[in-house]
């Protein structure tokens, strides 16, 4: 199965770009090394979606080289359906690095992140569910697409990219994810049937 690089924008679509380049690199690509060269990308380049398109393929590399992150996760609460491992975050580094696990028959909040964000797929399959909010009221959201997401696949969001996230079939699904500086004063969730919007 070919793995796809795909960018959802803050109007629902989702587009895939770029070349993948599955090869490991010649020499190890660790994790000092991406979050120095992240760095680098977020100084140089303010547009979300240009930034993403430039960092995930620093993600696929990383991914491919230094292996031992694809088995960094914890198995999914039995309360929650889901599990967060945090690999890296540190005080006043706008970054933050998980691996996230979704139980079979779970499914996350109709949520924005209100920062730009990146996922990539370890392990099973998820539904990835688009909205777009209105121009002019971000509690205000209407259907805007689906995506399904498989192993070695990357999606990538810009800040208001609203979406739901659900595993698909028998196995949890295992990410890897990034996300910059959450800005908490435009994070909204919305209700599953009515959509009414709450601050996340």
Known sequence: MDNYNWLVTDDGQCKSFGTIDNDPPERTYRLYRFLTELEDILEQEPDDALRVQAII?????????????QMEHNPPSEKTGWSVKFLYREHEYPITVQMVVWAPGSESKIHNHATWGIVAMIGGQEKNTFWRQSESDPTIIEPAGEKMLYPGDIIGFTSNAVHKVEPIGDEPTISFNLYGLTDYSTRYKYEPGTLLASKF
């Open 57 to 69: 393929p620093l993600v696929r590399k990383l991914l491919i080289s230094s292996y031992w992150l």
